[in-house]
């Protein structure tokens, strides 16, 4: 069973950094594709970052390129996401998730975490 568990959400003032990590399990993390994704309240959920299996390759949401940051340690089968520059816009909760290919996309994973929830106050 695969297991996706998001942490380090907060509450945070804009200007500030914040660090999401994801940790997996149950599944080949190091064959795996992985993304991050975040829902505020009252809209859809959204693509924020993505990284292949190697974590050669990212691609990030316009909103976010240049602030934050998605990495992957696998070895620790675990998936961050370097936050800086925080806005009040960027309030919403984070989702980590994983896909069967080795190759990054903006949308069809497979596997999906509980998220993170992350309040950037203005």
């Known amino acids: 069973q695969v297991q996706l568990v998001e942490s380090g959400g907060g509450l945070v003032q804009a200007g500030d950094s914040l660090r999401l990590s994801c940790a997996a399990s149950g599944h080949t993390f190091s064959s795996s594709a992985m993304g991050w994704f975040r829902q505020a309240p009252g809209q859809e959920r959204e693509f924020v970052a993505a990284i292949n299996w190697r974590g050669g390759f990212t691609y990030y949401t316009d909103s976010v390129k240049g602030r934050f940051t998605i990495s992957r340690d696998n070895v620790k089968n675990t998936l961050y996401l370097q936050m800086t520059s925080l806005k009040p816009e960027d309030t919403a909760i984070y989702y980590c998730?994983?896909?069967?290919?080795?190759?990054?996309?903006?949308?069809?994973?497979?596997?999906w975490g509980q998220g993170t929830q992350v309040t950037v106050s203005s």
């Open positions: 998730a994983a896909r069967r290919s080795p190759n990054y996309s903006i949308s069809n994973y497979d596997y």
